[in-house]
Structure formats: C-alpha cells, structure tokens
C-alpha cells in the first residue's frame, strides 16, 4: 500500500542516551508538534535526525535508537559532529534562517556551510530513495532541505514531491543577496506542490523564481519544460481538540491533583486576585522579538505607572540553537534585562517579569496558557507562531486577550487579536492597557470568533488540504492541457503523413521553430532550421506556411530567398513561392496614429520595453522589462487600450510578452482557413506556442493535428515541451 513519508530535519521525538538507556522526548518547535498529529494515526513514515550525533551514539545502541525511533513511527539520518555543525547550526540558522527572517546583518555566507548543506540534503534524499517505493508521496518539511525535491525528482522523475516551508520566504530584494539563490530555487522546483503559510511568502517566492530563474508564471503555477509546479498558501492550524481537551481536563482537576506550577499559580491569584498575568511563550530566537517585548513592558509600566503591582509578566524561552554564536548572545542579552528591570521595579510583594528558561512538559504549557489573562506575542517576523493558535484554544470560558504582532504569519488570519507592531512602543504599551481593561464580553465576543476558525482549519484540515492537493496534481495532471506526443504518437502521426496524399503545414516561428531572443531581429534562423524548412518545402505533394506576426520586411529578408511560403503580420500580408507579398486582406490602418502616442507613454514608463511598428498593427513587447512590473504595466496598457478601440475594428492580442494591436477581422486561423480551402488536402497540421496561435487551433477542423509548444492552456490537441522537440517532431516529416 502507497504510503507517505514526512521528511524533516527535526523529528517530533529527540533521542538523549542517559546511562546506556535512551529516552524519547518530544521536540519543540511548529513543524514537530505540528505536524505530530498529522503523524500520528496515519500509514505514513517520518524520516529525520534523531537529534543524536554519530559521536554521541556508542554502535552497541544504534539497533535499540532504531527501535525507540520505528515505536514512533520514524526512522533516521545518521549525521556526525561536523554534518551537524556545517548543515544545522551553519547553513540552516546561521544563513537561511536569519536572511529569510529579514536579519540580514546576522546571516553567514560561509562556502563550508553551502557544501555541508548540499552534502547532507544529498544524505536524507538517499535515505528517501531509500525507505520508500515508486508509488509513496513524499512530503518534505522547511528550510533546512530545500535540496531535497529536486535530489529526489533525479532519481524518481515521477513520484508525487510536495514541499512546504515553514518560515517566511523573504522579499526578492532579501532573497537576492544569498549567493546560491539559483541553486535553493532549482532544489525546490523539484517538488510537484510548493506550500506556504501565507500568500504574501507565496507571492516573494513566485517572484524571486520569475525574476531569478526567468521561468513563466501564470498565477500560481510555474511552467517549466516538461513540468508545471503548483505554489499555493496554506496557513497550518493547531490540533484544536488536544489542546482544548487538555485545557477542560486542567480547570476541572481537584486542588491536590494540580501541578506544582499550577498550584504555585493558583496561590499567586488567591493572593493578589486583582493582578494580571501576562504571558509570553516562544523559543529563545532574536526572530520573537523577546528583547524589544521586555523593554516594551518597561515602557509599559512607565507611562501607566499605576499598574506597577498589578500585572506581572511571564516569560518562558524555550533554549534553542545554543551552538550559535547569536543565540549566546540573545540568552545573555535577556538576562540582563530581566535582571535589570526586576531589580530597579521590584517591590517586597511584586516582581515584575517571572523569567523560565527552559522547556516544560505539555501538562505545564497548557497550565500556563489556562492561567494568564493576557497572552503577548511580538515576533519581529514569524513563519506563523501557533503559541497564538494554542492559547486561544486553551481559552475554555473565552476569556482571554491574544495580543500578537502583524509580523507573524498567524495574524492574517486572527484579525480578532489585537495587532500590533512590535516596533512601536508606544502602540504596545496603549496596546496592553487596552487588554488590561478590556471588558469580558469583547474578549469572549472576540474568542468565539477566532476560536470557530481554529476548530474548523486545524491542522488536520491542513494536511489535507495539502496532500489532497498534492494528489490532485498527480491524478488529474494537467486535465485542461493538450496530451503529450509521445514517441509512439510520434510514430504514428509520421505515418499518417507519409500516406497522405496532400499536405497542408502550418509553422509558426518566435518560440515553435525558433527560440526568444531579446532582441526580436536577433532571433535568425539557424543552418539547422534552414536546412530542415527547404527538405519540408522540396518534398513532393506538401504545402509549408511560414504563419507569423512579424513584420514582412524581416520575413522577406530572411526566407523570400528561399521561396517559402508566408503568412505574416498575423494574416496581413501573403508571399506565395518567392513571390511578393500581398494583401491578404482588406485592412484599415488609420488608426494607427491614435493608438501609437498612448504605446509611446507606456515605453516611457516601463524601462525596457519597446514598440514595433508593422505596416497594420503595433507590437507592445515587454520581455526585457522587470517581469513583475511588466505584467502589471501589460494590464493597465490592456484596459485603457480596451476603452480607447471600443467598438472599432480594431482588437489588442496578448502575446507572449508582447501586447499587439490589429485590426480584428485578421487572424492566423482566418488566414489558415482560406489556404485550406485552396485545396483538397488529406494531412493538415499546425503548431505555435502562443496565444495568437491558439486562432489557428481554433478555426481548422477538427481532423487538423493542432500542436502547442508549451504547456499552457490550449485549444490544440497535442503538445510538445519545446522548439527542440518541435525540429525533432518536423524531422520526422521531413524524412518520413
Ligand atoms: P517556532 O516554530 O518558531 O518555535 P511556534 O510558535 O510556531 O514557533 O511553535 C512553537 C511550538 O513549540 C508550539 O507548538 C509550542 O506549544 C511548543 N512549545 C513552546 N514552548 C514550549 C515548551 N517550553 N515546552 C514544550 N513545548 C513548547
Ligand atoms: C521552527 C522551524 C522548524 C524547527 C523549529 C525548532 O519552527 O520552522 O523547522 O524545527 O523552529 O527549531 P530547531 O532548530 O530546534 O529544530
């Protein structure tokens, strides 16, 4: 039976050898306990580091971690001392995690660190090959195998790769700066699906692949030769019912039953009932903003002095990533702040911020969240932060006030909490004195929202929604596309040709027989395409078209010598065995000099773009431009070129990235059409990559072999990947 395999670095267990014995304890941090219930219950196997080096680990116990590992369902990556170093501690949170957190003064980019990085994602990509079949989907896990997919995609072309990121991905102007930015980008396109917290992560990946790598993106789809990736959000829930569960079994647990922790709460609310707990919970890491929280809280206590006494704020920093030099820091800049604030505010009966740094059982955490009125969260930036989700799932009589920065990922879809952002002082301290003396009905109003969405989209829901649409991808491919010529329909379509008796061909030229050049006059035919065209031209009983929307000049420089036949300018114009061109068809062209000022502002504006001027139509190419601000430049032109024509004659193409004004009664299917009625032929075939082709595909009959070049949506019934395949394909036909 297919099963799936979870791939992370961190497993949701960590394994620690204590005197010989090996203890399983459950790992911190949102992947691990996220994706823990996901886990849980389903035949899926979870491949990742136990947390022990080979160093660490005396061979007499290696059978006995594999036993602790498989009774949770894992199984692991063997990393030594220096693997751990140059992979985890180096190009993992010394370079990627800051820089995609936008702390690019902290990020590292150190040539070992890459090396090692590349070396160990090699190592778990074997461990997948390894543990897994053909038919398995595999589903990896965050930033620290960003390799992965495509190391996988190499020796699996056609199992089922999704990839979800667990932090942010930065802006392009970040992500730019990282030196194997192309290499990171490549690794990810081998997955089939992309995920993301959010769409705005979404939207900085998508760009950073168009402008860094030059592919095509329509919407949330990226094209790539002979694949097309899907990239989509998907904002990861919570296991509600866990932690809601818990929190009714806390409340309704009998004094004596009660946790140290919690009874040493209860007798601090006994003593001071009129005091507020304040709460923060996040890993020791610069990201969360700890430090700028503590001096927002001394803030705070300054500007509404009359609540010194009577709010206390705890802070417990879960030890992470001690190995790293920033990290040392961090621990120690905290605890000097809390020790200064303590000793300058303490009083005999108050001590402002209770400061744990360690990790707590589950049991704690849920006593904690159930105990504090307030939960306060500042991240400078965060992939998503579920202790927000956790706390107001604990919130059993919807009390509760969540204050959370807009940084993190959560806050799109908790627009209940209060936001803030974590810069802003001022706005924290009003912030926490709006939460202070917020009336319980707001809070209980406010809850019960965000407490439906969290109950609803947990994290069950999420991976669904994942590997469903994972799935999909795989069983549906790409439905709405043409099918594939493949080597045996290729043998097949040479033989219809060959027994036909009259052939009609029509070929398309910029991006079917010949490759985009940014300089459109650059794009020449090659010796190969020369030669290929007049053995198709010379052959007894086969009619070739040339069929373009360039201008007849370039045509007529290039092939009337060869005495091919042409269609230009979309249908224009027509050049018969060497002859001149002619009219093709009757066509206006005084609107022309309308039309050409408003291109003109647009050229203006969009630096790098240009206008080509044919004899009945104008181009608008923006291929040389930024790709982003091209698109969106091609969209504003569209509507205001739309509200100019209005009801004329005169229609806008979209190109591939080139937007062409013409009159609309000339297209290449009309101009196909009338050839075709010329004559009785029995073998009619078509191929282009583009939209303006899609006329052709459109208008022939339906026994034509349409072919797109590409995999975009189309009206043709076949395609093919590239113009490589598409010589590949003609060389058939011409020596069938
Ligand atoms: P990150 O993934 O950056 O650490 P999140 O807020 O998304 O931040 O996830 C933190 C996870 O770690 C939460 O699920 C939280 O319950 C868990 N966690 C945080 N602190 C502790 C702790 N002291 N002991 C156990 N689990 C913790
Ligand atoms: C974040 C990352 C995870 C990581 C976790 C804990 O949530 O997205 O990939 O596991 O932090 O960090 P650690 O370095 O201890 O695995």
Known sequence: MAKTIIISNR??????????????????????????????????????????????????????IDKALKENGCAKVKLNAQEVDGFYFGFSNRTVWPLFHYFLK???????????????????????????????????????????????????????????????????????????????LEGLLGSDLIGFHTYDYERHFLSSVRRLLGLEVSFNEIYLDNRVIKVDSFPMGIDYKKFRDAALVQVERKQDNRSDLQQRLDDHKASAPDTKLILSIDRLDYSKGIAKRINAFEYFLNKYPEYKEKVRLIILAVPSRSNVPQYQLLKKEIDELVGRINGELSTVNWTPIWYFYRS???????????????????????????????????????SGVLILSEMAGSAYEMNEALLINPNNFEQQADTLHQAITMPLEEQQSRNTFLQKRLERYNVEVWANEFMSALNQKKTAGHAYISQKITNEYLNTISKEYSDSSKRLLFLDYDGTLAGFHKDPQKALPDEELYALLDQ????????????????KQTFGRWFLPKKYNMIVEHGVWISKDGEDFKLLENVKSDWMEKIKPVLESFVDRTPGSFIEEKNYSMAWHYRNTDPDFGEKRATELNTVLTSLIGNDDISVLNGNKVMEVKSSNVNKGRAAVRMLGEDDYDFVFAIGDDWTDEFMFQELPNSAITVKVGLKKTQAKYHVENTKRVRELLKRFAKP
């Open 11 to 64: 497993l949701p267990v960590q394994l620690q050898i204590n005197n010989g014995s090996i203890n399983a304890i459950p790992s911190v941090g949102g992947l691990a306990t996220g994706m823990k219930s996901v886990h849980s219950g389903s035949e899926s196997l979870w491949i990742g580091w136990s947390g022990l080096t080979d160093e660490d680990t005396p061979p007499e116990l290696e059978d006995a």
């Open 360 to 398: 707590l059982p589950f049991e704690n955490l849920i006593d904690l969240y159930t105990s504090s009125d307030i939960a306060w969260l500042t991240p400078l930036r965060d992939g998503m932060n579920l202790v927000a989700k956790e706390y107001i799932a604990t919130r059993t009589d919807k």
């Open 106 to 184: 902290y990020s590292e980019f150190e040539l070992d660190f890459w090396n090692t990085y590349k070396a160990v994602n090699q190592k778990f990509a074997d461990a997948i090959i390894e543990k897994s079949d053909e038919d398995d989907t595999i589903w990896v896990h965050d930033y620290q195998l960003m390799l992965v997919p495509q190391m996988v995609r190499e020796k699996r072309p056609n199992t089922s790769i999704g990839f979800f990121l667990h932090i942010p991905f930065p802006s392009y102007e970040i992500f730019r700066t990282l030196p194997w930015r192309e290499e990171i």
């Open 536 to 551: 198709l031209h010379n052959q007894k009983d086969t009619t070739l078209f040339l069929i373009s929307g360039r201008d």
